[in-house]
T-cell receptor, first 114, second 108 residues
Framework: NAGVTQTPKFQVLKTGQSMTLQCAQD?????MSWYRQDPGMGLRLIHY???????DQGEVPNGYNVSRSTTEDFPLRLLSAAPSQTSVYFC?????????????FGQGTRLTVV | KNEVEQSPQNLTAQEGEFITINCSYS?????LHWLQQHPGGGIVSLFM???GKKKHGRLIATINIQEKHSSLHITASHPRDSAVYIC??????????FGTGTSLTVIP
């Protein structure tokens, strides 16, 4: 039982490049979500999903895309990276959501866009 | 104005001290979570509260819904408790608000 696996741990992108942050959980959780964490600010919700095939926008969705084709996987796509997307990204899941039960987090991805 | 305010922002304590971290919020909520973020960056969920009090080992979390306030207490603090503690509140409609965190350093 690996919990929430998030990859990569570190990434440097050039402005305009695209990439996908991977998030997988093996706990059969319905609710999965992506957050960004910036200095001096609380975690902010980017996108979330309440089950396979269902996604919705959070507080800061612009520039990001998600899909949920399986219960286990919830990748976050940066379509055309911008320096403003330099941040630490966290994926989280809970059995029923949002966070109706304990939330489990991935280890985070530190992304730098130059 | 942030919907969730934590205090203090930074806290330094001697090993063994009793520690209190406060969280005040301005919106009606359905649940409140306390999270711990270690220096390496990983985040762990400590408590989920909708009323009353919960205890895990040396950690105690309380919530007063009427006063829109929660506290996280650490008894007999230890250097391994050094981390950032984050308060998060959930509203109806899948809305979340996060505090900016309290950075705790426990000195041996």
């Amino acid at each position: 039982n690996a919990g929430v696996t998030q990859t990569p741990k570190f990434q440097v992108l050039k402005t305009g490049q695209s990439m996908t942050l991977q998030c997988a959980q093996d706990m059969n959780h319905e609710y999965m979500s992506w957050y960004r964490q910036d200095p001096g600010m609380g975690l902010r919700l980017i996108h979330y999903s309440v089950g396979a095939g269902i996604t919705d926008q959070g507080e800061v969705p612009n520039g990001y895309n998600v899909s949920r084709s399986t219960t286990e996987d919830f990748p976050l796509r940066l379509l055309s990276a911008a320096p403003s997307q330099t941040s630490v990204y966290f994926c989280a899941s809970s059995y029923s959501g949002p966070w109706n039960t304990e939330a489990f987090f991935g280890q985070g991805t530190r992304l730098t866009v130059v | 104005k942030n919907e969730v305010e934590q205090s203090p922002q930074n806290l330094t304590a001697q090993e063994g001290e009793f520690i209190t971290i406060n969280c005040s919020y301005s919106v009606g909520i359905s649940a409140l979570h306390w999270l711990q973020q270690h220096p390496g960056g990983g985040i762990v969920s400590l408590f989920m509260l909708s009323s009353g009090k919960k205890k895990h080992g040396r950690l105690i979390a309380t919530i007063n819904i009427q006063e829109k306030h929660s506290s996280l207490h650490i008894t007999a603090s230890h250097p391994r408790d050094s981390a950032v503690y984050i308060c998060a509140v959930r509203r109806a409609g899948n809305q979340f608000y996060f505090g900016t965190g309290t950075s705790l350093t426990v000195i041996p």
